[in-house]
């Protein structure tokens, strides 16, 4: 049996099921089995595994960590599917090391630190005051997000494939110099509407912000500390959670209305067109979760919209 295989298959007779294996054996590889069609999964040994093994079958879906013997139809024999999934990291270290970047980056262009504009503008303030406000308002999103990630999200999965921090990181730090290039430019110029613009995108900015942590705290307190379970979200008594009688996902709808709001108030393509891509990953994500909600519980609410009520 080769481990650097990507799929292991492995026989195994059992004389009776006794589900006590199961639970002493502790380690970092996830072994998972097909029997009669049902899936089967236990811990096993780290010893052999140097990267955490995906539970995937042939055919069907993924094990969870709590899926366990005892509690499935399961014959004496048993076959089991390994898949190695390669390189993991944390999720908690990768949303640390995409928004620090952008949080870092950014301010290197709002003060105008040597080598990005011409040697006559190093360490020189813009004149006008809708550019600092972009980058207070930029750098308290980030900021937020990395509060979020230290004392607020609860991860369902621990790790996820290394690649995705360098795909992750282009995405981010790529969008956030450029935005921050042209925000910052010697030669940017207001917004055409000038302070009734800047003034109501900053009301929606602010809006969205505080409705899209809201639903983070929402979400949170579904789930108790360490445990996977899944629950319908409803709306509770803070008014910014109400969006979950017509949305699924309203922490998507509020961070979209954020950054529609950023790019009000800069007037700025790079920004529009962040916006758009956000928005499109988001979608993607959103119809994905509300399609789980629909497989999952029978009686979600039918009137809730993936992302944006009543069209999306």
């Given amino acids: 049996m080769s481990l650097g295989t990507s799929l292991i298959v492995w026989v195994c007779f059992l004389p009776e099921v006794n589900a006590d294996w199961l639970v002493q054996a502790r380690g970092h590889s996830h072994y998972c089995s097909l029997i009669g069609g049902f899936p089967v999964s236990h811990r096993g040994g780290s010893e052999g595994f140097a990267n955490y093994q995906d539970e995937a079958l042939r ?149 969205c912000q505080i409705g899209n942590f809201s639903i983070h705290i929402a979400l949170r307190n579904l789930r108790p500390p360490g445990s996977k379970t899944r629950k319908i979200p409803y709306p509770t008594k803070n008014p910014f959670t109400w969006i979950f009688l017509l949305v699924s996902c309203p922490n998507y709808t509020y961070e979209l209305g954020s950054w529609l709001g950023f790019t009000l108030m800069t007037q700025c393509l790079p920004v529009a067109f962040f916006t758009l891509v956000g928005f499109i990953q988001m979608t993607v994500w959103a119809k994905g979760k509300h399609r789980s909600y629909l497989k999952e519980f029978r009686d979600y609410p039918p009137l809730r919209s993936p992302i944006l009520p009543f069209v999306l």
């Fill in 59 to 207: 055919e069907g879906k993924s094990l969870k960590d709590e899926d366990v013997l005892q509690h499935l139809p399961v014959g004496t024999t048993a076959t089991f599917y390994f898949r190695d999934l390669g390189a993991q990291i944390s999720w908690v270290t990768v949303f640390l090391t995409e928004y620090t970047g952008p949080l870092v980056i950014y301010l290197l262009f709002y003060f105008r630190v040597p080598f990005i504009y011409a040697p006559k503008y190093d360490f020189t303030t813009s004149k006008h005051w809708v550019v600092h406000l972009a980058c207070m308002c930029h750098s308290f999103h980030y900021v937020k997000r990395l509060l979020e990630t230290l004392f607020v999200h609860r991860f369902s999965h621990g790790t996820m494939p290394l690649r995705n921090i360098f795909k992750n990181c282009t995405y981010y730090w790529g969008f956030a110099a450029w935005m921050a290039y042209y925000i910052n430019h010697p030669l940017y110029t207001p917004p055409i509407y000038g302070e009734q613009q800047i003034r109501l995108a900053l009301i929606l900015f602010l809006f």
